[in-house]
């Protein structure tokens, strides 16, 4: 179908370019040398969508898009910068690209934005994918994340380890005009290379020894939704350069394809390491770092909001199973004091140990166990509870009893009483490494260097 297309821009050259680009697609095609002619067209004839630079004498291009928000918009720019790409998105364009640009890469975004279907607005309601905060600063930022949600923009999310950068970008889904559409995660770190390329791209029958079959890969998995790239740092060189190719053209080739196909996703990428530094190392790409970076985002580390411990601490114990758990007052001034080095994973990891330890009771300061502490931790008091008549005295060996534990801190030995619970953790897991490393709120590589620990530490007394 015949669509109606208008390009605003006081650069002639720039039109002329603009116009041989699109009139291949055999679209009507209006120029117009600044932003009131195209104002005055608009307001006299509809369009299909509007090509337009952001800086131009008299009415810009962003006024040109509050004043026709109804229209998709694609903003061109020579002098971007991240505030005015964050405003464009904002307001509601569908693309900003920056020049110099190809033909391809404009067809590409032009053909998108012509052939998408109409975006649903965000629900009002998005439930388990909201945050837990009270903080005045983590509010202030969730709301603009929640407005530049509603872009086609890519976004960068960046924060250190265990802050919610999988969580946030869940959110901007949720809130996003493509909520309707499929969510789909990559995790870059955990794929080597030759396996990441094709769940990436897809492959088809015959790409490679065992491709049975063909099979799509993520950026298809994700059309008309969000990807979510994490850990993009982790990407080869290689691969960002094939990443890079898919932002620009729209479209994906997959492992052993013989034409590329056409995609509408919006890309979200997550990281915890400094890509500018990369960038100087020689290890990240400049040109796909701008792609990837149109609206920046970074997530504030917990020692800079300590005021949500506690509702993240009653959030955790309603949404976990312990709703009987809470905290008692030293036990939130003493969390309040932490460094918090692995951020709101960490405070989860502590409260599930603490709610173990405490045995659905009260939780107070002795039963934290914290990382900051380890060499100086006295070891948990366990809480009283009602003897039962008749029942009989636990006899397991090993088990973690009161007297025991009081009888360990007596000894004053922090290994040892850390060794004990790790020992009784396996007991109890039927010597499931993973399962005792989750309970104790350790990983199960920690798990695996404390028992090498203790093996070793045998065999030099048996000798």
Known sequence: MLKKLVIADDDPTMRAALREALSGLGHNVNLFPNGEEAEAHLRQSDADLVVSDVRMPGLSGLDLLKRFPQIPFILISGHATVPEAVEAMKIGAYDFIVKPFSHREL????????????????????????FVTVNSRMRAFLDFAHQVAKSHASILIQGESGTGKELLARYLHAHSRRHAGPFVAVNCAALPEGLLESELFGYERGAFTGAVASRMGKFESADGGTLLLDEISEMPLALQAKLLRVLQEREVDRVGGRKPLPIDIRVVSTTNRDLREMIRGGTFREDLFYRLNVVPLRLLPLRERLDDVDPLAQAFF???????????????????????RGNVRELFNVLERAAIIAQGGPIAAEHLFLDDERENWSGPTMPDRPKIVGEPTPAVDGAITE??????????????????????????????????????????RTLRNKLKLYRERDCLMEA
């Open 403 to 444: 007297s025991s534990l009081k009888e360990s801190q007596s000894h004053g030995s922090v290994r040892a009483m850390e060794e004990q619970l790790i020992h009784q953790a396996l007991k109890q897991a039927n010597n499931n490494r993973t399962l005792a490393a989750k309970t104790l709120g350790i990983s199960v």
């Open 107 to 130: 067809l590409a975004v032009v053909e998108a934005a012509l052939r998408r279907k109409p975006l649903e607005e965000p629900s009002e309601t998005v439930g388990a994918n909201e």
């Open 318 to 340: 309603s949404r976990h199973g312990y709703p009987e758990s809470s905290l008692t007052q030293p036990a939130l001034d003493h969390l309040k004091q932490n460094s918090w």
